[in-house]
C-alpha cells in the first residue's frame, strides 16, 4: 500500500473523513494505491501497557484490528493523519491509535527516542474544529505532527486545519477540497 490514513473521527462522512478521502483522491490521480482505516470501526484495544516494544522495537505485542495499519505504516510510502477536536483536544479515538504508535518509537540509548519506521516517508494532517480559530488547539495539533514527524521520521507534505464555526461542511468548501487533493499529489511525488 503506497498511502495509509488513519481516521480518529466517528462520522463516516463528516469533516475529517471527507478532508482524507480528498487527500487520497489526489494521491490516486498519481496512480498511488491508497487505504483508510477508520479507528471508530476497527475491532482492536488501546495499549496494554506491556512493554513488549520495548524490546521488540516495532512491534506490537497486541494483535487486533489496529495491527495490519501498524504494520503498513512501516512500509507505505505515505501516511495521513486525520482527526476532529473533541473537548479541546484530539478525539479518543485517535488517543487509542497514539499510544499504540509508542511500539514505532524505538528508544535511544541514553534517552529519547528513534523512529522505527523506515526513512524517507511523507505525511500529511487533518484536523476538524467547531471554534473559528484555527490557533486555538495549536497544542494538540502541533503535538499529533509530531507523532508523524519527530515521532515517525516523516517530512510534512501539508496541512489542513478545518473550522466549521458556520457551519459549513467540508464537502462544500471546493478551495479547501482543492487543497487537500494538491496535498495528496505532494505526498506521493
Ligand atoms: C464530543 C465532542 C466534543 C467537541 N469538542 C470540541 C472542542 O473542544 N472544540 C471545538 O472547536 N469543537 C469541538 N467539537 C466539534 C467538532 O470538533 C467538529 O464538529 C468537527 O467538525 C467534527 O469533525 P468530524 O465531522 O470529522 O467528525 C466537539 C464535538 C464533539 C462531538
Same mark, same amino acid.
Given at each position: 500500500?503506497?498511502?495509509?490514513?488513519?481516521?480518529?473521527?466517528?462520522?463516516?462522512?463528516?469533516?475529517?473523513?471527507?478532508?482524507?478521502?480528498?487527500?487520497?483522491?489526489?494521491?490516486?490521480?498519481?496512480?498511488?494505491?491508497?487505504?483508510?482505516?477508520?479507528?471508530?470501526?476497527?475491532?482492536?484495544?488501546?495499549?496494554?501497557?506491556?512493554? &513488549?516494544? #520495548?524490546?521488540?522495537? *516495532?512491534?506490537?505485542?497486541?494483535?487486533? %484490528?489496529?495491527?495490519?495499519?501498524?504494520?503498513? @505504516?512501516? +512500509?507505505?510510502?505515505?501516511?495521513?493523519?486525520?482527526?476532529?477536536?473533541?473537548?479541546?483536544?484530539?478525539?479518543?479515538?485517535?488517543?487509542?491509535?497514539?499510544?499504540?504508535?509508542?511500539?514505532?518509537?524505538?528508544?535511544?540509548?541514553?534517552?529519547?527516542?528513534?523512529?522505527?519506521?523506515?526513512?524517507?516517508?511523507?505525511?500529511?494532517?487533518?484536523?476538524?474544529?467547531?471554534?473559528?480559530?484555527?490557533?486555538?488547539?495549536?497544542? &494538540?495539533? #502541533?503535538?499529533?505532527? *509530531?507523532?508523524?514527524?519527530?515521532?515517525? %521520521?516523516?517530512?510534512?507534505?501539508?496541512?489542513? @486545519?478545518? +473550522?466549521?464555526?458556520?457551519?459549513?461542511?467540508?464537502?462544500?468548501?471546493?478551495?479547501?477540497?482543492?487543497?487537500?487533493?494538491?496535498?495528496?499529489?505532494?505526498?506521493?511525488?
Amino acid at each position: 500500500m503506497d498511502v495509509v490514513a488513519i481516521n480518529g473521527s466517528p462520522r463516516k462522512n463528516g469533516n475529517t473523513a471527507t478532508l482524507i478521502r480528498a487527500i487520497l483522491e489526489g494521491a490516486a490521480s498519481t496512480g498511488a494505491q491508497t487505504t483508510e482505516a477508520v479507528i471508530h470501526d476497527l475491532d482492536m484495544k488501546g495499549c496494554q501497557g506491556c512493554f &513488549s516494544c #520495548r524490546k521488540n522495537h *516495532g512491534i506490537c505485542a497486541q494483535e487486533d %484490528g489496529l495491527s495490519p495499519y501498524l504494520e503498513a @505504516i512501516k +512500509t507505505c510510502k505515505a501516511f495521513v493523519v486525520g482527526c476532529p477536536i473533541y473537548m479541546y483536544r484530539i478525539s479518543g479515538q485517535m488517543k487509542l491509535f497514539v499510544d499504540r504508535a509508542y511500539s514505532l518509537y524505538m528508544p535511544k540509548p541514553g534517552g529519547g527516542y528513534t523512529p522505527a519506521v523506515p526513512a524517507g516517508k511523507k505525511f500529511a494532517l487533518v484536523t476538524s474544529q467547531g471554534a473559528p480559530d484555527p490557533e486555538q488547539y495549536h497544542r &494538540s495539533i #502541533r503535538w499529533l505532527a *509530531g507523532m508523524a514527524g519527530t515521532g515517525f %521520521g516523516m517530512e510534512e507534505a501539508g496541512r489542513i @486545519i478545518h +473550522t466549521n464555526s458556520n457551519r459549513e461542511p467540508a464537502r462544500e468548501n471546493s478551495e479547501l477540497l482543492k487543497k487537500a487533493r494538491d496535498i495528496g499529489m505532494r505526498l506521493v511525488g
